[in-house]
């Protein structure tokens, strides 16, 4: 897996390239925690590249999502590849992330304040989402 950053107006843009998996997931989740993230900023993970997500890569995802609440940041996930969204939406996580077609819409998009306002109620920044646990449950 290689990780490519860019930094965006609304704040740092990850581009995923490879395999997002239990060998992997560890590079995604130190690099997200050397992020530094400001209130207000949106963190892009551009998944358009991502070629194999596990649970760990989810959970990888999930962390970054927690990272980006704890700075009262918000999170895209953009370009997520259909079997990788097939396992979100399995797991109700389609309604945890705002999810873009592609980096630039991810980037352009109005940030939601609120869960009311956010699609299905999702947490809005600062309320943070639980770690996937390893039995499943």
Known sequence: MKIAARDALTGPVLEIVGDLDYGTAHELRERVARTTLRAGQRLVLDLSRLEFCDSSGITALIAARNHAAAARADVALAGVPDNTLRILRIVG???????????????????????????????????AVPDARRDGT
């Open 93 to 127: 996580l389609d309604q945890v992330f705002a999810l873009h077609p592609d980096a630039q819409s991810a980037i352009e998009a109005v940030p939601h304040s609120d869960t009311a306002a956010r699609p299905g109620g999702s947490p809005a920044p600062g309320e």
